[in-house]
């Protein structure tokens, strides 16, 4: 299969299988425990219906939404993921070419591999800066104060992860950063010599946006005892509200699913939130965020823009989302597997398919414009 033979996720993903180490490929692919929830989360959609609306004269689309006061030209973003140079050499840079060639948004994580301060320069486009919540709260302002002095248009704070999820996919192949293989792991490394080539034949592995405050490159710390030792499980919203105010701009909480905790982050000033459990990764048996977006959009969506992040494979997947009152979507493995398939052509071909998607998707449902679709557009079985 070539990247011109794909034309939807399931091909995407087919090809970054074939062309990435087994542990790798399992690391995108993934979730917690028995991974009922990563299923789910996709199925959701699948038990809601569009209702199209005809004659409408739908000669002109536009499909661009304004979230967290960034204007983008089609409603779904690059969030932001962890260990993208793993995948392909090309990493965040790749991601960001291709957000910025469609007018969207990306996100760089605290876990990135490429710093936010390159991706800031080289592309105009909104970017999000991703990080996690320390123990050493003082490295916690750095990062904010790093990411405010490059010019990030907007602060997202995963609350969703404060350990990390029991992942058996990674534990039978003893990946991590550094490796930790197991004998089954260094094999499937083995049969796909082409990725080792590549990965040793280009730039060091690092992770920019920590190698001043962690060490992961001698081997005193990995992923996992990174989420185990330097993040701090007594966070709380007193400390998220000190950094709110500290950032002063517009700022996003990933990771929240109940209407309590939407309310809570309206109330300390919070101008976004992203319903989301982490694609899966985190707690098997949670909730799919489709299932759960009606229900915080009438709670709070009048007052904080509303996200979901969690299943999209499909344009339609898209409107759904936005016709319940999601003010746009982001998608993580949507674009990982192009990525690792492809680099930035992949990311490329990913993105204008999903343009594709919603353009068609749009006309069908005889909408000209995002602000159309709504509720009366759904039916639930």
């Known amino acids: 299969m070539r990247l011109r033979d794909c ?14 180490p087994g542990p790798i490929f399992d690391y995108i692919d993934g979730a917690a425990d028995d991974e009922v929830t990563h299923r789910r ?49 090309t990493g965040e840079r790749a991601v960001a070419a291709a957000a910025a060639k469609y007018g969207t948004m990306f996100g760089v994580s605290s876990l990135g591999t490429v710093s936010l301060e390159e991706l800031r320069k080289a592309h105009d486009t909104p970017q999000v800066y991703q990080f996690y919540y320390h123990r050493d709260r003082s490295l916690n302002r750095t990062m904010m104060q790093r990411a405010k002095e490059a010019g990030v248009q907007v602060m997202m704070l995963t609350v969703d992860s404060i350990t ?7 534990k ?49 710390l990995s992923i996992s005892k990174y989420f185990t030792e330097m993040l701090d499980p007594s966070m709380n919203w007193d400390d998220v509200a000190e950094m709110v105010r500290l950032w002063n701009g517009q700022f996003c909480l990933k990771g929240v699913m109940s209407v309590a905790d939407a309310r809570r982050a309206v109330e300390i ?23 759960q977006l009606a229900e915080i959009v009438d709670a709070v969506g009048d007052r904080i823009d509303v996200i979901m992040d969690g299943g999209i494979q499909r344009g339609t997947h898209v409107l759904k989302a ?30 204008d398919l999903m343009r594709s998607e919603l353009e068609r998707g749009m006309k069908l449902m005889g909408c000209t414009a995002i602000n159309q679709l709504s509720r009366e557009n759904l039916r639930f079985r």
């Open 7 to 20: 034309h939807n996720f399931h091909d995407f993903r087919k090809l970054a299988r074939r062309r990435l």
């Open 41 to 89: 989360n996709t199925a959701s959609f699948e038990r809601c219906d569009l209702v199209p609306n005809v004659l409408r004269g739908v000669e002109n689309i536009d499909m661009s939404v304004t979230v967290l006061g960034q204007k983008l030209a089609m409603p779904i973003y690059c969030s932001p993921t962890a260990l993208q140079r793993l995948f392909h050499h």
């Open 164 to 170: 990390g999820g029991n992942r058996e996919r990674d």
């Open 172 to 220: 039978r192949t003893g990946f991590s950063i550094p490796f930790r293989l197991t004998l089954a792991g260094m094999y499937q490394f083995g049969i796909k010599p082409a990725w080792g080539i590549n990965y040793l034949t280009h730039e060091r592995f690092k992770l920019p946006q920590l190698d001043q405050h962690v060490d992961m490159g001698s081997g005193a």
């Open 269 to 291: 000033g919070c101008t976004g939130i992203v319903l989301s459990n982490h694609g899966g990764r985190q707690l098997d048996g949670s909730r799919a965020p489709f299932d």
């Open 322 to 351: 936005l016709s319940l009152g999601a003010k746009a979507v982001g998608v993580g493995r949507y674009y990982l597997y192009p990525l690792a398939a492809a680099g930035q052509a992949g990311v490329e071909r990913a993105l």
